[in-house]
């Protein structure tokens, strides 16, 4: 059975209108993607592919990412059929993310390691608490070493994204919770914490934010600990995202980080 992917169409071509979405062989995807007629994959009712389960979510985050204007370089840990630059680690045997995303954050660069998980599946997600429990202990602990064109690179957030990260979650099927009793655009609430959040996606973040709280008490730190949701839990109600899942919204990344007067906050930042 040929699966098939809905995607947003980018150039006039093939009777197709930038702007039109269509439904297109999984096969092709690849394809598309590098001749640019398509950007946005809509992750919707997907299960990835069982030969590279993990390659057409990072295709998706890639399409995802790239229109951001924060995002001035994405990484990959391989070659790639979209031919994106790599990135490496040293020593290889401590392992290494899948992407890394270099922004532009309030005028200074800095890189985001990224580990890629098939949402549609729960237990590949609960086992993404390695971007804790290996890449950042190896990188604070200074057993692993990062590289983009063989220059050494520090890494300011280690983070976990899913193909639902663009709907505002990290897993295929869950409830909407609210985290506080304010509407929609309500001042802090969409500052420091989501206002709105997915039930699983909120106890896996918590739990990783909870083991970093932990070890950096003992330990100091340099960089922070996030997950990618989207900015639909800033623009919609909870009611409006219960009836109509399948929302797409632009990144944010909800993460514990340093602010200016050197504290540990949470921050909902909008790339």
């Given amino acids: 059975m040929v699966k098939e992917i809905e995607v947003k169409w980018l150039k006039e071509k093939s009777g197709h209108k930038p702007g039109d979405l269509v439904k297109v062989d999984e096969k092709l995807v690849e394809q598309l993607i590098r001749k ?12 990835v592919s069982k030969s590279g389960p993990e390659k057409l979510v990072e295709q998706i985050l890639y399409g995802w990412f790239k229109q951001s204007d924060k995002v001035e370089g994405i ?4 070659k790639n059929e979209l031919n994106c630059p790599t990135f490496k680690t040293k020593p290889k045997k401590n392992g290494i993310p899948d992407m890394v ?3 532009n954050l309030f005028g200074r660069k800095q890189y985001i ?13 609960m086992d993404a608490q390695k971007i804790f429990n290996k890449y950042f202990k190896n990188f604070e602990e200074k057993k692993t070493e990062y590289f ?15 193909q639902f990260s663009p709907l505002g979650r990290l897993f ?11 509407v929609k ?16 996606s909120k106890t896996f973040t918590r739990s990783i934010i909870s083991l970093f709280r932990e070890y950096r008490i003992k330990n100091e730190c340099s960089s922070g600990i996030g997950v990618f949701y989207s900015d639909v839990l800033k623009k919609f109600d909870l009611n409006e995202l219960t009836i ?12 514990v980080k340093k602010g200016g007067d050197d504290k540990w906050k949470k921050r909902m930042i909008e790339l």
């Fill in 36 to 47: 640019g007629d398509v950007e946005l994959l809509v992750p919707v009712e997907m299960e």
């Fill in 75 to 78: 990484y990959f840990n391989r």
């Fill in 101 to 103: 995303l270099c922004i």
């Fill in 113 to 125: 390691a990224i580990e890629v998980k098939d949402g549609s599946k729960s237990r590949n997600i």
């Fill in 148 to 162: 983009i064109d063989d220059k050494k690179i520090n890494i300011n957030l280690f983070c976990v994204a899913t």
């Fill in 172 to 182: 295929h099927k869950e409830r909407i919770v609210s985290n506080y009793a304010g």
């Fill in 185 to 200: 655009g309500d001042g802090w609430s969409d500052i420091t914490c989501p206002r709105l959040e997915g039930e699983r």
């Fill in 244 to 255: 109509q899942d399948g929302n797409l919204g632009n990144p944010i990344l909800f993460c």
